[in-house]
Each structure stands twice: as structure tokens, then as C-alpha cells.
């Protein structure tokens, strides 16, 4: 089965930067797209930013001047840096692999990391 494995996360000031990663198993990582999604206290899930197989991104408009997501094919890893943390960001972030489809909607295919908390507060 595929695995995501999502190290990192914990508690940030405001206004700090923090990058988290997810690493996948299985040797064709790279034919598939990776989303980040989070989920604060009392919401649903979130899709804030994916890319593709070949390094196109999409991100939600809330995070779009904040959160950059890329990928390293070569270590099955895809990363999501967030900069200006905000207090609003705190979340379950969970890594997702997926298809990024034509019409640039992201097709979740349901395998996940295991989530990591990011808090943000002084």
C-alpha cells in the first residue's frame, strides 16, 4: 500500500516560517500529483495548494502570497513552506496524493499522511 509520512510540524510564533514535508513510498511518486490540505478546530478539510508530477502548482487564494508547495521527485518528497505564519493558520496540515486534472481541479485519490499539527501562537 502507499504510505505518506508527514515529520515536522509544532509551535511557531506569529510571523515565523515553517516547512513541512511528506514523503511516499512506491517508485512512480512522480506520475502523481500532491496536495496539502488542513483542517483547523470546528471545519472541514482543505485543500490550500497542490502540484503536479512536472512542478504546475494551484493554490487556494487565502494562502496564495504565503504557502509555496514544491516537490523532489528524486527523494518522493513533496513540501509545503509557509512564511508569515498566522495565528489562523493553526491546523491539522495532512499531505494527499492525487490528480491535478485539466480544468486545474485537484482529484483527491484517497491515500493520506497521517496529519501534523502546526500551532501558531505567541
Known amino acids: 500500500q502507499v504510505q505518506l509520512v508527514e515529520p515536522g510540524g509544532g509551535l511557531v510564533q506569529p510571523g515565523g516560517s515553517l516547512r513541512l514535508s511528506c514523503t511516499s513510498s512506491?517508485?512512480?511518486?512522480?506520475?502523481?500529483?500532491m496536495g496539502w490540505y488542513h483542517q483547523a478546530p470546528g471545519k472541514e478539510r482543505e485543500l490550500v495548494a497542490a502540484i503536479t508530477g512536472n512542478g504546475l502548482t494551484n493554490y487556494a487564494d487565502s494562502v496564495k502570497a504565503r504557502f509555496t508547495i514544491s516537490r523532489d521527485n528524486a527523494r518522493n518528497t513533496v513540501y509545503l513552506q509557509i512564511d508569515s505564519l498566522k495565528p489562523e493558520d493553526t491546523a491539522v496540515y495532512y499531505c494527499?496524493?492525487?490528480?491535478?486534472?485539466?480544468?486545474?481541479?485537484?482529484?483527491?485519490?484517497?491515500?493520506w499522511g497521517q496529519g501534523t499539527q502546526v500551532t501558531v501562537s505567541s
Open positions: 494527499n496524493l492525487g490528480l491535478l486534472l485539466s480544468n486545474s481541479t485537484y482529484r483527491n485519490l484517497g491515500y
Open positions: 512506491g517508485s512512480i511518486f512522480s506520475l502523481y500529483a
